[in-house]
């Protein structure tokens, strides 16, 4: 079974510039999730998606940050214009259960540096 | 709200020594406890995970306890390999409604030396 796909792996842009991160989950996972890890500290939740619907978008800086899941299959996540602060590792997770409390597998994410 | 708090790292043995990462947490409810690994360059993978309190999630040698009179969930391992190196992220979900996110602590950087 393919796991969660994510690309690019790597991404370097200067501040005030756009860039867009892609996740492929893994096949039949109705949860979908996008995590922010800055260097030193643990992944934090930025949407979550059920389907193509979001369950859960409290912590995303909206004024910069979009997602979306068309389908309820591949996401993007989006930032615009980038800060300096949003160097960090953004994590795709997908999740088999309608209903939670399943096993959240990750994806090897996408390393984003701002200059 | 949710937090988890581990131990800080980085955490330096010799192969085959006992290795002990602390965990404790703060929850409403009943949460669901986990351990994630995190290997150079890899995306985090699920070690162990325990739901209700006693319950003791093992896997490849590593186990930990959810003891909730002392909201914790340490991480042991008895003989440590060079191949544990690695991050490990202590972490809870809540339990029922709709939103399962993985509240996580801060990683404990283990390194294993031969």
């Known amino acids: 079974e393919a796991g969660v796909a994510q690309s690019p792996r790597y991404k370097i842009i200067e501040k005030r510039q756009s860039v867009a991160f892609w996740c492929n989950p893994i096949?039949?996972?109705?949860?979908l999730y996008w995590y922010q890890q800055i260097l030193g500290q643990g992944p934090k939740l930025l949407i979550q998606f059920q389907n193509n619907g979001v369950v859960d978008d409290s912590q995303l800086p909206k004024d910069r940050f979009s997602a979306e899941r068309l389908k309820g299959v591949d996401s993007t996540l989006k930032i615009q214009p980038a800060k300096l602060e949003d160097s960090a590792v953004y994590l795709c997770?997908?999740?088999?259960?309608?209903?939670?409390?399943?096993?959240?597998?990750f994806g090897p994410g996408t390393r984003l540096l701002v200059l | 709200g949710n937090s988890v708090t581990q131990m800080e790292g980085p955490v330096t043995l010799s192969e085959e020594a006992f290795l002990t990462i602390n965990c404790t947490y703060t929850a409403t409810g009943y949460p669901s406890l986990f351990w994630y690994v995190q290997y150079p360059g890899e995306g985090l993978q699920l070690l162990l995970k325990?739901?209700?309190?006693?319950d003791k999630g093992s896997n490849k040698g590593f186990e930990a306890t959810y003891r909730k009179e002392t909201t914790s969930f340490h991480l042991e391992k008895g003989s440590v390999q060079v191949s544990d190196s690695a991050v490990y992220f202590c972490?809870?979900?809540?339990?029922?409604?709709?939103?399962?996110?993985?509240?996580f602590g801060k990683g404990t950087l283990l390194t294993v030396n031969p």
């Open positions: 997770a997908s999740e088999l259960s309608r209903t939670g409390g399943e096993t959240q597998y």
């Open positions: 972490a809870l979900r809540n339990s029922g409604g709709s939103n399962y996110k993985l509240t």
């Open positions: 096949s039949g996972h109705a949860t």
């Open positions: 325990a739901t209700k309190a006693d």
